[in-house]
Nanobody
């Protein structure tokens, strides 16, 4: 059974930092592309950052470029999101996502339960 368990969310003041973690189990982690999404109240879920299976390629939504960093540890089966210079508009539930596309397996996509990040003074 695949599990993605996020942690590290919380309340932080504007300008502060947090590091989110997502621990994966039940899948061959090093084969999966990993992503962080977020969903603010009344808004659609949006992609925040993505990292390739080997960690060599990353991409970010424009609003977090230069402030957030995604990384992964394929030994610890964990993906991270380092968030610096946090703003009130970063307030959202952050979700971890794992996905893979293969000729034989088709597309597999898994979600974590989410972790709340609140940026407020």
């Amino acid at each position: 059974q695949v599990q993605l368990v996020e942690s590290g969310g919380g309340l932080v003041q504007p300008g502060g930092s947090l590091r989110l973690s997502c621990a994966a189990s039940g899948l061959t982690f090093s084969s999966y592309r990993m992503s962080w999404y977020r969903q603010a109240p009344g808004k659609e879920r949006e992609l925040v950052a993505r990292i390739s299976f080997d960690g060599l390629r990353t991409e970010y939504v424009d609003s977090v470029k230069g402030r957030f960093t995604i990384s992964r540890d394929n030994v610890q089966n964990t993906v991270y999101l380092r968030m610096n210079s946090l703003k009130s508009e970063d307030t959202a539930v952050y979700y971890c996502n794992a996905d893979i596309v293969g000729v034989v397996i088709g597309r597999l996509n898994y979600w974590g339960q989410g972790t709340q990040v609140t940026v407020s003074s």
